[in-house]
Structures are given as structure tokens and as C-alpha cells.
């Protein structure tokens, strides 16, 4: 099937300031658990019928805006090859929210420390995301931070196979935002997709990066 738009053409006006990004998530705080937030979206979504059943496994991510002079990007990491869930795919810095954790916000710190060695001290935690449903049966809290370079990027071998950044401005852009399918078990599954080139950025990922897309683009404190 030929990718498809998402939604309709026009980009959100350019030069988005940290001033005006955090604005937009004054009225988003940070949860203060993982079931504090509903869980509104999932692959689900798009494949009605697909919720996992059972109980869902919370977990947390970093969506991390970094403040470049040249314009704000977003750092992502490509999972190594064998990991048992979500190998090989591009994703946010994040993970299994450990009882020691007590919040998705340090959870999303944690992970980001280990996966990447992206330190906590170089990041503004300014909101959050809705609670992204996968069809693996995590219950995802989305924790955006904007990030202050200079900072050291220092990869876990075992988890990640590279880190990288791509400029909001791409992933703002509709233009960007294409819905795809395959065939899964014999029927047709559909998921968000915003390829950049050689990155395929997809599934849940590219799912919250829509919900990042309506928040800086619709009005603010909606």
C-alpha cells in the first residue's frame, strides 16, 4: 500500500523558541505515577481490536528537544539487534518503570543516564505526552525534556546500537507524516511513519511524535 498523509499540508510556523515550546506544556504536567495519565492512545488506534489484554507493563520514555543554536532537534536511539522487545527499531531513551523509580519522570531520567549516558543535569523536564498504549502491552508515559548542549552521548553497547538527532522542524512538518501498513497474522495492521534518511522512525515512536506534533502546533494550553 502507498504511504498515505497523515494530515493535511502546512507545517507549524517555523522557529519554535524554548520559551514558546515550554509555554505550550504549562498546562501538561509531569505525572506522578504511571497510572496517572490516561491512556488514550496506542497502535490500537489505527487497528481497532488490536489492545493487548492482560496488565499492561509501565514504562517511561524521554522525548528529548535539544537546544541547538541552529534549531531545536529531537535525539533518538536505534536499538540494537537482540533485544527481545522492539529490536532494531528507532525509539525515545526510556524503559520498564522499576519499583525503585517511584515516578515515570525519574524512571525516563534513568533510562536516558543508562541507554545513552546523557546526563539529568542537562535537562528541563518541561511536561508530558499522553500515555501511549503499545500493542507489546507497554503502557508508556511520554516525559518531554528539553536538553542543554554541550553533552556527552555515551552509548550502552548492549541496548543501543546508535544515537541520533533530527531536526524538529522535519518532524513538525506534515508533509513528513505518512500512515503505512503490512500484513500481520493475516490482516492488514497500519502505523504511523516518518521517515528520515536512512532512519525509519515508526509504530509507536512516530505515534507520539503526533501527539508532540498537535501540542506545538494547536492552541496553546489546549
Do not use: C
Not at 509555554?23 to 496506542?42: H, I, M, T, Y
Not at 511536561?127 to 502491552?137: A, E, H, I, N, S
Not at 511520554?142 to 522535519?170: A, R
Amino acid at each position: 500500500m502507498e504511504p498515505e498523509p497523515v494530515l493535511p499540508l502546512g507545517s507549524v510556523a517555523g522557529g519554535l523558541t524554548r520559551t514558546a515550546i515550554i509555554s505550550r506544556f504549562a498546562s501538561k504536567g509531569l505525572p506522578a505515577d504511571a497510572e496517572s495519565v490516561v491512556a488514550g492512545r496506542g497502535d490500537h488506534a489505527l487497528n481497532p481490536g488490536m489492545h493487548p489484554t492482560g496488565e499492561l507493563i509501565p514504562a517511561a520514555v524521554l522525548v528529548p528537544l535539544v537546544d541547538r543554536p541552529d534549531g531545536m532537534t529531537v535525539l533518538f536511539t536505534r536499538r540494537t539487534a537482540h533485544l527481545a522487545n522492539h529490536a532494531g527499531q528507532v525509539s525515545f531513551p526510556g524503559g520498564h518503570i522499576e519499583e525503585a523509580d517511584g515516578t515515570p519522570l525519574e524512571a525516563a531520567l534513568r533510562e536516558t543516564e543508562e541507554e545513552v549516558g546523557l546526563a539529568r543535569d542537562r535537562i528541563e523536564t518541561i511536561g508530558r505526552l499522553d500515555t501511549y498504549v503499545t500493542r507489546t502491552g507497554f503502557h508508556v508515559v511520554p516525559v518531554v525534556g528539553l536538553v542543554t548542549p554541550p553533552f556527552d552521548v555515551k552509548p550502552d553497547p548492549h541496548e543501543v546500537d546508535e544515537v541520533f538527532e533530527v531536526p524538529l522542524s522535519f518532524l513538525l512538518n506534515p508533509a513528513n507524516h505518512q500512515r503505512h501498513s503490512v500484513v500481520y497474522e493475516g490482516e492488514p495492521r497500519y502505523f504511523h511513519a516518518m521517515p528520515y534518511g536512512d532512519y525509519y522512525i515508526w509504530g509507536a515512536t512516530a505515534g507520539m511524535l503526533i501527539n508532540l506534533y498537535e501540542v506545538l502546533s494547536g492552541p496553546e494550553n489546549s
